[in-house]
């Protein structure tokens, strides 16, 4: 079956920090490759995807990340992170149904 | 446009009750999926409908949880004889079309408190 590991369970950064969170997934075939944000007090919200192509991303807000087919890894990152960034950050694979498969998610803290 | 809608966006029950929860997606979007956020253990798939075919239950983490989806539209996830291990937030999120390319939206959630 599929998983989805997320390495840091909580960060905490100064703001014009850069930012890269830990995502690895265990399917080795074709994947779909997402990462989901939830501001507080937010539904989820897509930042970023992958299908196929180039493997660096760019998402929504200067985020972007790194598909390495050979690592199982899509780790995200942003070169400098805002306070408004704080948020929790989940990485998902695509189910053979559509569904989602979720890590556990990484807490983002940025403190001003 | 509307997003994904779901209600109520509060339910505490006791336990042994059984509850509703209700989602209305996206107008148009074929595929609807419930998802459930607890502490612990991160956001997990429960169920899946396509159209009006036959919904993929294989998340559903006991007989307890049951689902349908009315006219190919508006989802209601019922769990009878509720456990506090049931505590969570559910989400519903809905796509265009079921394919992985297709992004999902997610609804507000609800979450429910067993006592």
């Known amino acids: 079956a599929q998983s989805v590991s997320q390495h840091n369970h909580h960060v905490i950064l100064s703001e014009a920090a850069s930012l890269e969170l830990g995502c690895n997934y265990s399917?080795?075939?074709?994947?779909?490759l997402f990462w989901y944000v939830q501001y507080p007090g937010q539904h989820l919200q897509l930042l970023l995807k992958?299908?196929?192509?180039?493997?660096l991303v760019k998402g929504i807000k200067g985020f972007e990340a790194e598909f390495i087919k050979s690592k199982f890894s899509f780790n995200l990152r942003k070169p400098s992170v805002q306070w408004s960034d704080t948020a929790e950050y989940f990485c998902?694979?695509?189910?053979?149904?559509?569904?989602?498969?979720f890590g556990k998610g990484t807490k983002l803290s940025v403190k001003p | 446009g509307a997003g994904v809608s779901q209600s109520p966006s509060n339910k505490v029950t006791e336990k042994g009750k059984d509850v509703e929860l209700r989602c209305d997606p996206i107008?148009?979007?074929?595929?609807l999926y419930w998802y459930r956020q607890s502490l612990g253990q991160g956001l997990e798939f429960l169920i899946y409908?396509?159209?009006?075919?036959?919904?993929?239950k294989s998340g559903l983490p006991s007989d307890r949880f049951s689902a349908e989806r009315t006219g190919g539209s508006v989802s209601t996830l019922t769990i009878q004889r509720t456990q506090q291990e049931d505590s969570a937030v559910y989400l519903c999120?809905?796509?265009?079309?079921?394919?992985?390319?297709?992004?999902?939206?997610f609804g507000p959630g609800t979450r429910l408190t067993v006592t």
């Open positions: 992958y299908f196929s192509g180039d493997p």
């Open positions: 998902a694979v695509g189910g053979s149904q559509g569904n989602l498969i």
């Open positions: 107008s148009g979007h074929t595929a």
């Open positions: 409908f396509q159209g009006n075919s036959a919904p993929d």
């Open positions: 999120a809905s796509s265009l079309r079921p394919e992985g390319s297709y992004e999902q939206y």
């Open positions: 399917y080795g075939g074709t994947v779909n």
